[in-house]
Each structure stands twice: as structure tokens, then as C-alpha cells.
């Protein structure tokens, strides 16, 4: 059995109870070094064979869980955050159907949620922003072409992008491109969850130069959008006139 595990945003005690059992249960455990941190590793049993999947390729991952398929074990795949989101799973899965071998997929906590904890925000504000765009700016891995970021831009909503904290100059361009202005709110999350964790508030055109005073080159997410800002309207759910179906409020 081959179990995918989201490792949650960093900190070790963010992880699924589920995901915490299963790793204490693996025989074979495969995890993201680059990104997951080590002390999820004290949940593994002893005798525990573990392999940092950084420097291997998909067919050196597929060769160790075949290895521990024919001993009758158990693998855990650790992946950072929530695996379904930049976890590249879905080729990993193919070929385990090849194979016949049973999987499964446990959630984790994804870093953008550990990004707004970090920042004591809400993405989804009153007459703000009610949608959230993931997504990342195009670099050495291309994105579809009506996925390029100045058109995710010109929604106008909530943005989080992974894996673009190299490109800054690129993102600031693609994002007033899109119709952002310089000083729309913005932030620079690093290691959000972690002990490390660094919170750097800025705007849309101040992003690479505070990645730069704060030498932020990778492990950060972009968050962008007036969420990050003071103005909002008051929540209808608990406005002492509004009637819902568990309440009868003052109105009319």
C-alpha cells in the first residue's frame, strides 16, 4: 500500500492526525527534503527506510516503491503542504495504476492557509474579494497561455502564487499589466508556519526590491490583493439584521 501524505505548511505539528499515524505505520518513507521539514521524521517508526526525493528523478521514486511493493511494506510519500496542489501526484498515481499497486491520498494543510495565518488575514472580504486565484508566474515550467498572469491579474481578486519568489520582476510587471496598481497591498510570506517564518508587508511594486533588502530568493509565497488592507464591509452572517435559516434578524 502507497500512501500520499500532505505534510502541511511546515510547522510538524500541522499535519493531519491521519497523515501522523500513517507515517508511524510506513516501512518505506519518500519525502520532499527541500521542502518538508525533518521533524516529521520523528513520527517514523524504527527500522523506518527513508529516501529525500529531492535529488531523484520520478523513475528513482517509482524503483523504491516497487521495492517495498515486493516485500509487502508499507510507503509513505511525503509531500509538502496539501499534495494536490503543485505536488506533481498525478504522474506518480499513473503509474502506480500501470503497476496495479493500491494508493491513497490524505489532504494536508496547504501553505496559502499557513501563509494567512501567518498574516492574520482573511482572503475572502466583504465587498474585497470573494475569490482566491492559486497559481504561479510562468518560468522555466510554462503555464497555458490563457493562464498568464496578467490575465489571472485582471480579475482584480485575491492572489497567492507559489513558486515565483525568483521572478519578481516578472510578477510585478505581469500584475500591473493586469490591471494591479503599484500600490495595491502585497506580501511576502517566507517559510509560512516554520520556525523561520518572516512576514514581509509591501506592495505590487515594491515586491522584488523587499525580496532583495531581505534576501527572500525561494521557500515564500506571494500574496497580493486588498485583503491586505483596512477597508472592508461588515460580514451579513452576523449583522444583527440579517435573517438566515438558523436566525430571525431585525430587519423589515
Known amino acids: 500500500m502507497i500512501h500520499f501524505i500532505g505534510a502541511g505548511p511546515g510547522a510538524a505539528d500541522l499535519i493531519t492526525v491521519r497523515g501522523a499515524r500513517l507515517l508511524g505505520e510506513a516501512d518505506t518513507i519518500i519525502y520532499a527534503g527541500s521542502l518538508v521539514n525533518p521533524a516529521l521524521l520523528d513520527y ?9 526525493s529531492a535529488s531523484m528523478t520520478l523513475e528513482e521514486v517509482l524503483s523504491v516503491m516497487d521495492e517495498t511493493e515486493k516485500a509487502g511494506g508499507v ?3 511525503l509531500h509538502t503542504g496539501d ?3 503543485y505536488g506533481a501526484i498525478r504522474e506518480q498515481m499513473d503509474a502506480l495504476d500501470e503497476r496495479g499497486y493500491a494508493y491513497d491520498v ?3 494543510v496547504s501553505a496559502f492557509s499557513g501563509a494567512a495565518a501567518a498574516l492574520e488575514a482573511e482572503y475572502t472580504l466583504p465587498d474585497v474579494s470573494q475569490s482566491v486565484i492559486i497559481t504561479r508566474m510562468a518560468g522555466r515550467t510554462p503555464v497555458p497561455e490563457k493562464e498568464k498572469l496578467s490575465l489571472m ?3 482584480g481578486c485575491t492572489m497567492v502564487l507559489f513558486l515565483s519568489t525568483g521572478l519578481l520582476e516578472e510578477v510585478e510587471r505581469e500584475l500591473q499589466e493586469g490591471g494591479y496598481a503599484p500600490d495595491t497591498p502585497a506580501a511576502i510570506v517566507y ?3 516554520w520556525p523561520e517564518e518572516k512576514v514581509f508587508r509591501c506592495t505590487v511594486g515594491t515586491l522584488a526590491q ?4 531581505n534576501r527572500v530568493t525561494k521557500t515564500a509565497l506571494i500574496t497580493v490583493g486588498g485583503f491586505l488592507g483596512d477597508r472592508y464591509t461588515r460580514s451579513k452572517l452576523y449583522d444583527p439584521g440579517f435573517t438566515h435559516g438558523c436566525r430571525q434578524g431585525t430587519e423589515g
Open 83 to 85: 499534495p494536490s496542489l
Open 153 to 155: 491579474a485582471s480579475h
Open 75 to 77: 510507503t509513505v510519500r
Open 191 to 193: 517559510k509560512a508556519t
Open 44 to 52: 517514523k517508526k524504527p527500522g523506518c527506510r527513508v529516501y529525500d
Open 210 to 213: 523587499t525580496a532583495r533588502e
Open 106 to 108: 490524505t489532504p494536508g
